[in-house]
């Protein structure tokens, strides 16, 4: 059973870090491309950055370049998000999604997701 699970969210300071897990089980991630989406209240779901199979993170929101970074231990079988510098415009439920090799900024492209982890930014 594919599986991805999400952990690592939750209240914070503007300025401080979080760093997201995403662990899959019932297949090998490093033949896959994740992404990060995140929704926020009332906004649509928006692509945030994602890595691809063997490539560079690409990068789908501006607002979050310098300071998201993405990272993969495939011994593991988890996708990191670090997060920095983190803003209240930050608040949203995270999501990681998977898909065949190749990055894209379309969630409709992933066809397994997680749960989903909350992300609070305030002071």
């Known amino acids: 059973q594919v599986q991805l699970v999400e952990s690592g969210g939750g209240l914070v300071q503007p300025g401080g870090s979080l760093r997201l897990s995403c662990a899959a089980s019932g297949f090998d991630l490093g033949y896959y491309a994740i992404g990060w989406f995140r929704q926020a209240p009332g906004k649509e779901r928006e692509g945030v950055l994602c890595?691809?199979?063997?490539?560079?993170?690409?990068y789908y929101a501006d607002s979050v370049k310098g300071r998201f970074t993405i990272s993969r231990d495939n011994a593991k079988n988890t996708v990191y998000l670090q997060m920095n510098s983190l803003k209240p415009e930050d608040t949203a439920v995270y999501y990681c999604a998977a898909r065949w090799a190749y990055c894209s900024g379309r969630g409709t492209d992933f066809g397994s997701w997680g749960q989903g982890t909350q992300v609070t930014v305030s002071s």
């Open positions: 890595k691809g199979r063997s490539r560079p993170s690409t």
